[in-house]
């Protein structure tokens, strides 16, 4: 075993506590898979990665990312974190432009906003889902049919079953039956439209404390939710890989602009803030603030 840089960045606030916390291990050379998955059932996040030598000439770094039930291709506040772990821990990007993160699901361009970072999103696969899948699934979310404006499954290596909602109030008030959703074996996001003044000045009143913090007080056009129960995780926070293929899906179909605020984690507590951009290529960026929250080294 051996002492091994560790930070625990909090990703998609600037306010320590009202993010989405991941385990960063900045030299995982020589550890196997089974010590990786051992060490991210341990720290008990949703998401553990672990910074490894690129294998790819164009990469600055690779990426191995696990949840407490598994290792996973991509994720979003991991490649957000981690990146800004490398950074901070002296990484020399090979290009001032773009820091690049080689993963499962192949290199993930990075971009420096400033002080916050942005990751291209990976293309989404998009497909219907069956009525059957559909009718269980509103139905362990507590929802009435009327309640969904419309449905996909979106894959951009984590696979969410996703749904548009009515309002933004009706995802607040989501209560799930989570053994439900783990028979039905699919993570579950969903989306709902601030619609109204009123309730997007309700969101700011929200996260008073962690503007007081120093957190962004952008005010969200849409709410955020994503259920993961399959994979041991009853509520994510804030969820970067959802926000990419939910973003890719509604700019497309005409329900947001190419550039918005998405907010996550008010239902647990968190005040998470997803920048979303679609440049004139039409690539689709997403991102977000990250504060260290630990830093040290631990025995692996």
Not at 35 to 52: D, I, K
Not at 159 to 166: F, I, M, N
Not at 247 to 253: F, N, P, V, Y
Request: aromatic share 6%; charged share 20%; net charge neutral.
């Amino acid at each position: 075993m051996n002492a091994r840089p560790f930070q625990q960045i909090d990703v998609f606030t600037a306010a320590p506590g009202f993010g989405n916390p991941v385990a960063v291990v900045l030299d995982g050379t020589g550890l196997d898979g089974d010590a990786m998955q051992r060490f991210a059932r341990w720290t008990n996040l949703s998401e553990t990665t672990f910074v490894l030598p690129p294998t790819e000439p164009q990469a600055d770094y690779r990426l191995r990312i696990f949840t407490p039930g598994g290792e996973l291709p991509f994720a979003g506040h991991p490649t957000l974190g981690s990146c800004f772990a490398w950074l901070a821990a002296g990484g020399q990007p090979k290009s001032a432009e773009r820091i690049v993160q080689q993963c499962a699901k192949g290199l993930i361009p990075i971009r420096r906003d400033g002080a916050r970072l942005a990751f291209a999103a990976p293309p989404s696969v998009r497909s219907d889902l069956a009525p059957d899948v559909l009718a269980q699934t509103v139905q362990a979310l507590g929802l009435k049919p009327e309640q969904v404006r419309r449905a996909q499954l979106l894959d951009n290596g984590p696979v969410w079953l996703t749904l548009q909602l009515d309002s933004a109030d009706t995802v607040l008030a989501l209560a799930p039956n989570h053994a439900q959703l783990v028979k039905l074996g699919f993570k579950v996001g969903v989306a709902g439209v601030h619609q109204a003044p009123a309730a997007i000045e309700l969101i700011s009143k929200s996260s008073r404390e962690a503007r007081a913090f120093g957190a962004s007080a952008d005010a969200p056009l849409i709410e955020v939710r994503a259920f993961a129960a399959p994979i041991g995780v009853t509520e994510d926070p804030v969820t970067g890989s959802l926000n990419a293929s939910l973003a890719q899906w509604l700019i497309d179909a005409g329900e947001l602009p190419t550039r918005y605020v998405a907010a996550q984690g008010m239902a647990l507590g968190r005040a998470g803030r997803v920048h979303i951009e679609r440049d004139a290529a039409g690539q689709v960026w997403v991102g977000g603030d990250c504060v260290r929250v630990i830093q040290g080294r631990v025995t692996l």
